[in-house]
């Protein structure tokens, strides 16, 4: 049984989606995140040193935010990217398996605009809408 490969040809003016650049796109895609969760640990590591530095008083600080909410924030958009990075690393798998762009949940094509701007999309529009529950197609 021959799999089907969901990122054939794209009419004009769709953008190219083809195996070579769509791998190209997500490799690149985890590329930035690898380089953003970088420097989101430098900003840590920074505002940690920091604090060791001087004596803070978070709670008085008439300046506005504390250290403490700094150090959440970055920590919160670490852990956002390490998602991230994990949904794009499960997008080259789907592309090495060639699942790349069907929905996981109706098992329809997910539209090319679509995957341009979410290449790491496992569903389609439709299936992605909140409240909307879908059976999910059982994994061959």
């Known amino acids: 049984m021959s799999v089907s490969r969901p990122y054939g040809p794209v009419p ?3 953008g190219r989606s083809g195996p070579a650049t769509v791998r190209e796109r997500l490799a690149a895609d985890r590329t930035d995140t690898l380089a ?3 420097a989101l640990g430098r900003d840590f590591d ?3 040193a920091a604090n060791a530095l001087v004596a803070v008083d978070d709670e008085h600080d ?4 504390t250290t403490a909410f700094e150090r959440a924030h970055v920590a919160s958009l670490m852990e956002q990217a390490h998602g991230h990075l994990g949904e ?3 997008a080259l798998q789907r592309l090495e398996r060639g699942t790349y ?3 996981e949940g109706c098992g329809s094509r997910i539209p090319p605009e679509r995957l341009e701007i979410r290449p ?3 569903t389609c529009v439709s299936c992605a809408e909140p409240g909307r529950h879908r059976p999910r197609r059982p994994a061959h």
């Open 120 to 122: 790491a999309a496992t």
């Open 46 to 48: 920074g505002i940690v």
């Open 12 to 14: 004009a003016g769709h």
């Open 88 to 90: 794009l690393d499960e």
């Open 101 to 103: 762009g069907q929905c």
């Open 62 to 65: 008439p300046e506005g935010g």
């Open 36 to 38: 953003r969760m970088a």
